[in-house]
Structures are given as structure tokens and as C-alpha cells.
């Protein structure tokens, strides 16, 4: 059994009762965009390198698992979440698939290589630095929610390097930072390709944003549907429930 730390808690991967992870309200627990990025990422299913960055606990990495046979390194800088992610691996028996890398995400061309992966995911920091006084709430939040360790051009710049000419970078973000992100992938010669809105119910702004890119790709970006996570009334849609649950 593998031992749990301080307030960590032990959940099902969503639906799956085959997967458990751990989580913690104060360390980290993963939230919905997790979730809609390991499904809305283009990976390769049988065979190739997937790397992950920002990784947590671990979450985006298991769940992609489920979906490809590929090796998946994920990369984490919070020595606490690298434990937490390195622990949720063992848990689930999946050392053969998944590496969990402790590190800086800027250092990881210098330690991986330049251009070995087929496809890199990221659910990176939103917000720029906050103010000292928001900084003191809870470190480990704060690092996860705000570019202290990194930036989104860091961001970009890591993945250009780490992604073969080709290959795809997905992230999820916040619809707000769209032309920051268009900007900064056009900059790296990342094109982003497709792109889907999420919309907390319909009436409402979209909050969640999920876009891909190709390095060295041509122009061309496909605008998917919108997603709306809820009903008017409340509880999930069907769309929503299939991602998060699986089919019926």
C-alpha cells in the first residue's frame, strides 16, 4: 500500500475504480481542465515519447495512459508534487509507461535532448506574478496557479525545444491569454492548429480554453464546437459526463 502524507486522500481516476490517485486540498487535487486536456490532446496510440510539463501529481499523465501505449515522462518542479506524482505511478503499477522527472521545465531541453518527443502537454501556471501578500497564502498553490517558476513564453520556448518538427504542444488555459499564447507559439514556429472553447453553460463567457499547435506546421487553425460543461438547471451534459465518465 503506498503511504499517504499529511491531509492527502486517496479518490478514484474519475470513474475508473482500476485507477485511484492521491491528492491533497492544500498540496494539490486536479480540477476539470486536467481532465479535458488528457482527452482533447493529440497523441500517438501505439508507440513513441509523450512528455507532460507542470505535471502536479500526476493526473494528465495517468490519464493518457489510458488512452496510448506510448512512453510518457512528466515533468514536475514542487519537490512535494514530484512525491505525490512519483507515488500515484507506483500506485496505479504503471513504472513500465510513466517516468516522473523532478525539475525545471526551462532545464529540460539540456536534460531530455532537443526535439524527442512526439507530443507535449501542458497545463501550465495562469496568472501572472501575484503580490507578495497573495504569495503567502499557500505556497504550493500559488507556485501551480501563478508564473513564479515560469512563464508562459518559458512555457512555449520548452516545449519548441522538446517537440520533434511535427509533433504537437496542447495546453489548457484561460480564454483571456488566447492572443498571448497564439502570439508566443507563432513566435517559437508552433502553429496552432485547433482550438476549442469551453463555456461554464450555455448564456455564459467561455473559462476554460484548449488549444494545439504543430511545430514547423502550416497555417490553419480549426475552431471545434463549444463545450459547455453544465445545464442550465445544473449537473453536467452528456458531452461533459462522457468525457469525465466514459460511455454508458
Do not use: W
Not at 10 to 17: I, N, P, T
Not at 66 to 80: H, L, S
Not at 145 to 167: F, N, Q, S, W, Y
Not at 223 to 241: A, D
Amino acid at each position: 500500500m503506498v503511504e499517504l502524507k499529511g491531509d492527502e486522500r486517496l479518490d478514484y481516476l474519475l470513474a475508473d475504480e482500476n485507477m485511484r490517485i492521491i491528492q491533497s486540498p492544500t498540496v494539490f487535487a486536479f480540477s476539470l481542465d486536467a481532465v479535458l486536456l488528457a482527452h482533447f490532446a493529440s497523441i500517438p496510440i501505439s508507440k513513441g515519447r509523450i512528455l507532460d510539463l507542470c505535471s502536479g501529481n500526476a493526473v494528465i499523465p495517468l490519464l493518457l495512459s489510458k488512452r496510448t501505449k506510448a512512453q510518457i515522462t512528466g515533468v514536475e518542479i514542487q519537490e512535494r508534487l514530484y512525491d505525490m506524482a512519483v507515488r500515484n505511478v507506483a500506485l496505479n503499477e504503471l513504472e513500465d509507461q510513466l517516468e516522473m522527472i523532478h525539475g525545471d521545465l526551462k532545464e529540460m531541453p539540456a536534460v531530455l535532448g532537443n526535439g524527442p518527443f512526439d507530443a507535449i502537454t501542458c497545463n501550465p501556471p495562469y496568472f501572472k506574478t501575484p503580490s507578495k501578500n497573495e504569495q503567502n497564502l499557500n505556497e504550493h498553490l500559488t507556485i501551480a496557479r501563478h508564473e513564479i517558476m515560469c512563464t508562459l513564453d518559458d512555457v512555449i520556448l520548452a516545449c519548441r525545444k522538446l517537440v520533434k518538427p511535427g509533433g504537437k504542444v496542447s495546453l489548457v488555459h484561460r480564454p483571456d491569454r488566447l492572443l498571448d499564447i497564439v502570439t508566443s507559439m507563432r513566435e517559437q514556429k508552433i502553429e496552432p492548429k485547433r482550438m476549442r472553447l469551453v463555456y461554464p453553460k450555455p448564456g455564459k463567457e467561455a473559462n476554460i480554453l484548449l488549444i494545439e499547435g504543430v511545430r514547423n506546421g502550416n497555417p490553419g487553425l480549426k475552431i471545434l464546437p463549444p463545450l459547455y460543461s453544465h445545464k442550465q438547471g445544473g449537473g453536467y451534459t452528456e458531452e461533459l459526463e462522457e468525457i469525465v465518465y466514459g460511455s454508458k
